[in-house]
């Protein structure tokens, strides 16, 4: 998925296999969760006019915030979605699904370990991308994510277990017929990081109150915030 010489078809059927395994495991039920607890602990006032602001970091296909978006549309939860990725056919297709959900959406191309975040959201959230990066550079991308936002940072990724590994080679197999898909996703559960691990970068990184909870199926979820 990080090859710069993947074609264009191969990286977009890659993006639709990793949408249908995203859907399997429902990755962004916790994230909805904790949207929910933001919004009733902190938010008030949220309009039409006056929306919530959510950032997707490293959005691939944008298929977390097209769920995430149906889900606040059934709830009247007006968002203003933003989302960022460093492969432009990414920028593109997100940004293209957050739109047929009705939601506005604005989509900007961004190396996270190389670009500064632009703006303050209330919400920041990525999935499913720190298993790339060393534990250096985790740290530097929770740092900037952290920055970006007002209220809550959620981070949904992979955990290194031997069960995530087994699902690794099976899943895949059974949701696509991309060889991208394939070889990424067990890559990927052996590059991923326990919860201690996690929590440890997120510390090197200053989040202090960064908490780590294990998540279905084999995953995990941080969250943090600037607020008391």
Not at 18 to 42: C, K, P, Q, Y
Not at 108 to 135: E, K, T, Y
Not at 203 to 228: C, F, I, K
């Amino acid at each position: 998925m990080d090859s710069p010489s993947i074609g264009q078809a191969e990286h977009l059927a890659a993006l639709q296999g990793l949408a249908r395994l995203n859907g399997l495991s429902m990755s962004g039920r916790s994230l909805w969760r904790e949207i929910n607890a933001f919004v009733r602990l902190h938010k008030t006032g949220i309009s039409v006019s006056s929306p919530l602001t959510i950032l997707d970091v490293a959005t691939g296909s944008g298929d977390i915030p097209q769920k995430l978006a149906r889900w606040a549309s059934r709830s009247a939860l007006p968002i203003a979605w933003s989302v960022c990725d460093k492969s432009p056919r990414a920028v593109a297709q997100a940004t293209e699904a957050l739109a047929q959900t009705g939601h506005t959406c604005e989509g900007f191309v961004c190396d996270l370990l190389a670009d500064r975040l632009p703006g303050q959201f209330d919400i920041v959230i990525c999935s499913l991308f720190l298993h790339h990066l060393d534990p250096p550079d985790v740290a530097r991308a929770l740092s900037a994510m952290a920055g970006a936002t007002t209220g809550r940072l959620l981070i949904n990724d992979l955990r290194r277990t031997r069960r995530g590994l087994c699902l690794a080679h099976v899943m895949p197999r059974l949701c696509t017929r991309s060889p991208v898909v394939w070889f990424d996703a067990v890559a990927s559960v052996r590059a991923a990081y326990t919860p201690a691990e996690l929590l440890e970068c997120a510390h090197n990184a200053g989040l202090a109150s960064a908490l780590v909870e294990p998540d279905w199926p084999q995953r995990m979820l941080l969250s943090w915030s600037p607020l008391p």
